[in-house]
């Protein structure tokens, strides 16, 4: 792709050849269909989709070499300009992101805020909270981790066990689901952080795997691969969400207005917004403190960080414990949510959606995360009907993306403190 | 003492298979420093191809075993070959130079997207094929209580994987294509200043990885006997472990992690739990990781300004 050309020749003669290789590819997988029968496997050929993908390469690879001209101009332009030093970068992104937070904050008041768009709205800000959880460990200190589902499930499983033992509530369990997957999440960083990214990335991905697998075996308190359920549902101020309740007031009866299944969508959607806002807050103020200012400068150099002072470890470690943290805080939400916890809710997959959504969404910039956790979770919601093909579109998003723009949707890699490359120095 | 032996020969199957898996994640690693997520499901695509070669085979009406399995190998090898060099043609080359994460998360995506066509063209249920190759030879003394045997397919697979291996050892150390990619491996940037193509470099790395792997696919194909959508995720973290066990970027450090890879899951599932077999060969990847990052016959990586 790098050498397209625009030229029509040379770009039929290059749609051609991917043509061919896409026959080449697609003459086993497309054109045979192994069919299970009474008689055992069966092969059931359908030669005819081998051309079918051919033409559907041809087409799309002519498309992308005749457009390729508009789209380098696209692609991102290295900041050109006099050397200074910026103490604060744009407040840009500081009132679109008040703009949004008052957008979701009425959202539930407006006529678009209805049961559907509601509980769509609270799996985004899942994944919201999640990419920003993620964001400090991935974007701020530059530690690629591949098995953030494994602390999610940790917050989820210690507040469904918590409940279904000893009868705790989820704004009790909030602070202890917290707290457990940071202790998880400390227990598995102290001895990998000291390596290098990519092998920390596979060592997270292994351990978010064990958890897994402890998940389905340990069936006495996990309940196996059929999960806890009856978790209960968060409260509003010790008053339940019901239509009665056997010991005091319920919210309905407090406020004196008549009982609406609704009423519990709403809060369950306040609930996750302030926790993401809370997260947020979080990130954005710590990259002013002394601590976020050495994940950055780590995530940059990490030499460089030792000879002046900085403690990888212990700093590696703290940005690690407050992302899985949250990851705890959201996987309590979850639970709750849900009502019903399984070992399937967390498999590699999510993982990968989260770290996908904070790739994607630019690493650093917390407006990307939003961005990019309604394209990946949020638009493919709506197209449940798709769900086969959802799955390759969301990887494909995940490929193209990286292609199109490697530094995410809107890169935020900036640092918060900067000197603008010039000749002075 | 038989049920030790027996547990040996199946470890030592599987190793032969994990090995053949982790040469191609040694490979790419080595060459672009990339962890090639997609490999494992590059795998799956062979043991799918070989599963559908097998029927065309049987098809056409070539009823000789060993003729068969010879078509079938050619078969799964130039396909997965070529998926191979699509994927990184595709995914990766684009991204070569840009910000270190963004191939893996272009890896990642592919593996999703490879995963998820297979499952949308074939059908998400577990195919099964009749076993092809049976018996074995008995090796346990006569009157002994637990039978020891040596199938033929384990025969075939650890030959098969030694003859790979001797054929991929000669490919890297004696012709032109092997010095050529052992020099972009040293440094890419004068390796192409020196006249190498090094485009073509990697590409060719990638097709020998698949290569492999579609040779792993069909020895999956034929020991398990059953194949879907998902055998490449953990067959490829396996195999990946066997790489990082092995010291990353070395070949026969590749093989020896293979194999040790095999056997801590046979012997694992032979006298510990079986449910746990992932558990245990994870937990040795994060120990060698901990312990000795540069794997057993791994250089050590010096880190500079």
């Known amino acids: ?425 | 003492m038989n049920y030790f032996l027996q547990q040996m020969i199946n470890g030592v199957t599987l190793g032969a298979i994990y090995g053949l898996i982790a040469i191609g994640y040694t490979m790419v690693y080595g060459i672009i420093g990339m962890i090639n997520f997609a490999h494992g499901d590059i795998m799956m695509i062979g043991a799918f191809i070989s599963l559908i070669a097998f029927l065309v085979v049987g098809a056409l009406g070539v009823t000789a075993v060993p003729l068969a399995l010879v078509l079938v190998l050619l078969g799964a090898l130039v396909f997965t070959a070529s998926y191979g060099w699509a994927v990184e043609r595709v995914a990766y080359r684009r991204l070569r130079g840009s910000f270190k994460l963004a191939p893996l998360i272009s890896a990642i995506g592919m593996s999703i997207v490879l995963q998820n066509m297979v499952q949308l063209v074939q059908g998400a249920r577990v195919k099964p094929l009749q076993p092809i190759i049976t018996g074995g030879i008995e090796l346990s003394a006569a009157g002994s209580d637990y039978p020891v045997t040596l199938g033929w397919l384990q025969i075939l697979i650890i030959v098969l994987t030694i003859a790979l291996m001797a054929g991929f050892t000669f490919l890297i150390q004696r012709t032109s294509l092997g010095r050529a990619q052992r020099a972009t491996e040293q440094d890419m940037g004068m390796a192409n200043l020196l006249g190498i193509n090094v485009d073509r470099v990697i590409s060719m790395t990638f097709v020998m990885g698949a290569a492999l792997a579609g040779v792993a696919g069909l020895m999956v194909t034929l020991y398990y006997g059953v194949v879907d959508f998902y055998i490449g995720f953990v067959a490829g973290m396996k195999a990946f472990t066997a790489a990082v066990l092995g010291g990353i970027g070395s070949l026969p450090g590749a093989m020896l992690g293979g194999l040790l890879i095999g056997l801590i899951e046979a012997l694992w599932s032979g006298y510990g739990s079986i449910e746990y077999k992932d558990v245990a060969v994870f937990a040795v990847l994060i120990l060698v990781l901990m312990f000795r990052p540069s794997g057993l016959l791994g250089k050590p990586e010096v880190e500079k300004v």
Request: aromatic share 10%.
């Open chain 1, 1 to 425: 792709m790098a050498h397209a050309s625009s030229s029509l020749p040379k770009a039929l003669k290059d749609a051609f050849l991917a043509a061919l290789v896409a026959a080449l590819l697609a003459l086993p997988m497309l054109g045979f269909r192994l069919a299970d029968t009474a008689q055992g496997l069966e092969l059931e050929p359908r030669l005819s989709w081998v051309p079918i993908a051919a033409a559907i390469v041809f087409a799309g690879r002519l498309a992308l070499n005749l457009a390729a001209p508009w789209l380098a101009k696209w692609k991102d332009r290295a900041p050109a300009g006099k050397p200074k030093l910026i103490l604060r970068p744009s407040r840009k992104p500081l009132y679109v992101g008040i703009a949004m937070a008052i957008a979701a904050l009425v959202l539930p008041l407006t006529p678009f805020g209805d049961r559907n768009i509601l509980d769509k709205a609270t799996l985004v800000l899942i994944y919201v909270m999640l990419g920003w959880g993620l964001n400090i460990v991935v974007g701020l200190a530059g530690l690629l981790v591949l098995g953030y589902a494994a602390f999610y499930a940790v917050g989820a499983y210690a507040f469904a066990i918590l409940a279904q033992v000893y009868g705790l509530t989820f704004w009790q369990c909030l602070p202890i689901s917290g707290a457990m997957a940071a202790i998880f999440g400390l227990l598995v960083g102290f001895p990998v952080l000291r390596l290098r990214g990519d092998y920390l990335a596979i060592v997270t991905l292994g351990f978010g795997e064990i958890i897994r697998v402890i998940l389905l075996n340990f069936a006495s308190l996990t309940g196996g691969p059929n999960g806890i359920s009856g978790v209960p549902r968060p409260s509003f101020f010790g008053m339940p969400m019901t239509p009665s309740s056997p010991n005091g007031t319920t919210f309905h009866e407090f406020f004196n207005i008549p009982f609406s299944p609704v009423q519990r969508i709403v809060l369950l959607y306040y609930v996750i917004l302030l926790l993401a806002l809370v997260t947020n807050m979080v990130s954005l103020r710590i990259r002013r403190l002394p601590a976020g200012r050495a994940w950055e400068a780590l995530r940059e150099d990490e030499i460089a960080c030792r000879s002046l002072g900085i403690n990888p470890t212990s700093s590696k470690l703290s940005a690690f414990a407050l992302g899985t943290a949250f990851a705890g805080f959201a996987g309590c939400f979850f639970a709750t949510r849900q009502g019903f916890i399984s070992p399937e809710s967390f498999t590699f997959l999510e993982s990968a959606v989260i770290l996908a959504i904070v790739v994607l969404g630019g690493m650093g910039s917390q407006t990307g995360v939003v961005l990019a956790a309604v394209l990946l979770v949020g638009l493919p919601e709506w197209f449940r009907d798709l769900a086969q093909y959802r799955m390759i579109a969301f990887g494909a998003a995940m490929v193209l993306i990286m292609l199109w723009r490697p530094k995410g949707l809107l890169a935020g890699r900036t640092p918060t403190i900067r000197l603008n490359k010039g000749d002075a120095i």
